[in-house]
């Protein structure tokens, strides 16, 4: 199993941006679709966004679209999301996550250790 790293999380005010940053650790990314859930106190875990890491296809969840783009990077064997005119309503714990499927929807077979986005008012 590819294990997974992940790092850019902090504290921004609303209107800014982060990056967040998922590594591969033992493996490379090779035939996985990687991607971001999202989950915030008393909520349930939800979809962020994913990318095919061989053919680059992208999907995103409806309140992120405009806002939020993943990116692979080849030469770093890294995804990253980067997550720009944040709102308060983003804050939450940002997970990494990879899969042998198609998509995350139908099953993760990693989990990163999660990193915390705080939006300011």
């Known amino acids: 199993q590819v294990q997974l790293v992940e790092s850019g999380g902090g504290l921004v005010q609303a209107g800014g941006s982060l990056r967040l940053s998922c590594a591969a650790s033992g493996r490379t990314f090779s035939r996985y679709t990687v991607g971001w859930f999202r989950q915030a106190p008393g909520k349930e875990r939800e979809f962020v966004a994913q990318?095919?890491?061989?053919?680059?296809?992208?999907s995103y969840a409806d309140s992120v679209k405009g806002r939020f783009t993943i990116i692979s990077d080849y030469a770093k064997n890294t995804v990253s999301l980067q997550m720009d005119s944040l709102k308060p309503e983003d804050s939450a714990v940002y997970y990494c996550?990879?899969?042998?499927?198609?998509?995350?929807?139908?099953?993760?077979?990693?989990w990163g250790q999660g990193t915390q986005v705080t939006v300011s008012s």
């Open positions: 996550a990879a899969t042998y499927y198609q998509s995350l929807r139908i099953g993760v077979h990693s």
């Open positions: 990318i095919n890491w061989s053919g680059g296809s992208t």
